[in-house]
């Protein structure tokens, strides 16, 4: 079956600690992005990235950090340095930049 | 820079009626693509129907229709025969159809619309 996957869906960070979110995709498309949900918002955007070894900032990077070594993975590390780290993380790909968007089944973060 | 405003927090529609959500956008671009996504209790985004700023024609996909009206800003989405699985978030969602180096591939979403659906 070809899709978005996500892992894990849960997950539980003690302060102070990295944590990595996995972002997989088997649908062949160049440009993937992470986005951040909190309740009562819509979501905003981390990071994009729209081909391998490129990446760009989005509206609220800071305190996250990714890498794009392979066209099929794209993960999030959530570094110490972000300060209000537990949401809901929603992964996304598409043909390419301008094309639809597609989402993955997301990771509920939770910092202790 | 853009804004998408849905102003029904929460929403509810008898089973098989139909309902109509809300949706109005800031842009001074002419040339844009508006989307609603459904956000169901496994919380997962699944896009429902797209409409592109440059076609006068509503787009339509089985129950679910939109009514866009460029002139207004406004993008609301019909749901018609509502079922049960309508139950969930609804988000609107717009992003610039002009692409340059980098900047423009950002979906701006609305803060939801929570459907219930009443057996």
């Known amino acids: 079956d070809g899709g978005i996957t996500q892992s894990p869906k849960y997950l539980f960070r003690k302060e102070g600690q990295n944590v990595t979110l996995s972002c997989e995709q088997n649908?062949?498309?160049?440009?993937m992005y992470w986005y951040r949900q909190d309740p009562g918002q819509g979501l905003r955007l981390i990071y994009y990235s729209q081909i391998v070894n490129d990446f760009q900032k989005g509206d609220i990077a800071e305190g996250y950090s990714v890498s794009r070594e392979k066209k099929e993975s794209f993960p999030l590390t959530v570094t110490s340095a972000q300060k209000n780290p537990t949401a809901f993380y929603l992964c996304?790909?598409?043909?390419?930049?301008?094309?639809?968007?597609?989402f993955g089944p997301g990771t509920r973060l939770t910092v202790l | 820079a853009q804004t998408v405003t849905q102003s029904q927090p929460e929403m509810s529609v008898q089973e098989a009626e139909t309902v109509t959500l809300s949706c109005t956008y800031d842009t001074s671009e002419s040339d844009y693509y508006l989307f609603w996504y459904k956000q169901p209790p496994s919380r997962q985004m699944i896009l429902v129907i797209r409409?592109?700023?440059?076609?006068?024609q509503n787009a339509t996909e089985n129950r679910f229709s939109v009514n866009f009206q460029k002139a207004a800003k406004s993008f609301s989405l019909k749901i018609s025969d509502s079922q049960l699985g309508d139950a969930a978030m609804y988000f609107c969602a717009y992003r610039r159809a002009l692409i340059s180096n980098f900047g423009n591939e950002k979906l701006t979403f609305g803060t939801g619309t929570r459907l219930t659906i009443i057996p």
């Open positions: 649908l062949n498309h160049d440009a």
């Open positions: 409409q592109e700023a440059y076609k006068q």
């Open positions: 996304a790909s598409s043909i390419q930049l301008t094309d639809t968007q597609y």
